[in-house]
């Protein structure tokens, strides 16, 4: 099993930065690919970034947010800047025994959420 925990969340003005963090523990050792979803209430849950040995970011967020990842601490990390309104949603962590993928069915882990809420 593999527990994923989620920080960072809050609200922040348009234009701001935000870097959420999400702590793996467990069986760590067994986990190749990490990845960011997010959920705006009414909407589906969407791939955000993912990282494996390469890094994979859905075309919303290119340029704006950075997916990085600390082995040592078993952590992954999403800096997000140039925030929008429409950024607003819950993030989710998820892990997976495999390759990044973009379709949210595949990853086997998911950690609880953090709101961010992109707001004036």
Same mark, same amino acid.
């Given at each position: 099993?593999?527990?994923?925990?989620?920080?960072?969340?809050?609200?922040?003005?348009?234009?701001?930065?935000?870097?959420?963090?999400?702590?793996?523990?467990?069986?760590?050792?067994?986990?190749?690919?990490?990845?960011?979803?997010?959920?705006?209430?009414?909407?589906?849950?969407?791939?955000?970034?993912?990282?494996?040995r390469? !890094? &994979? =970011?859905?075309?919303?967020?290119? %340029?704006?947010? $950075?997916?990085? /990842?600390?082995?040592?601490?078993?952590?992954?990390?999403?800096?997000?800047s140039?925030?929008?309104?429409?950024?607003?949603? !819950? &993030? =989710?962590?998820?892990?997976?025994? %495999?390759?990044? $993928?973009?379709? /949210?069915?595949?990853?086997?882990?998911?950690?609880?959420?953090?709101?961010?809420?992109?707001?004036?």
């Amino acid at each position: 099993q593999v527990q994923l925990v989620e920080s960072g969340g809050g609200l922040v003005q348009p234009g701001g930065s935000l870097r959420l963090s999400c702590a793996a523990s467990g069986r760590t050792d067994s986990v190749y690919a990490m990845a960011w979803f997010r959920q705006a209430p009414g909407k589906e849950r969407d791939f955000v970034a993912g990282i494996s040995r390469p !890094v &994979y =970011y859905a075309d919303s967020v290119k %340029g704006r947010f $950075t997916i990085s /990842r600390d082995n040592a601490k078993n952590t992954v990390y999403l800096q997000m800047s140039s925030l929008k309104p429409e950024d607003t949603a !819950v &993030y =989710y962590c998820a892990a997976r025994f %495999g390759a990044v $993928t973009s379709t /949210r069915y595949l990853y086997d882990y998911w950690g609880q959420g953090t709101q961010v809420t992109v707001s004036s």
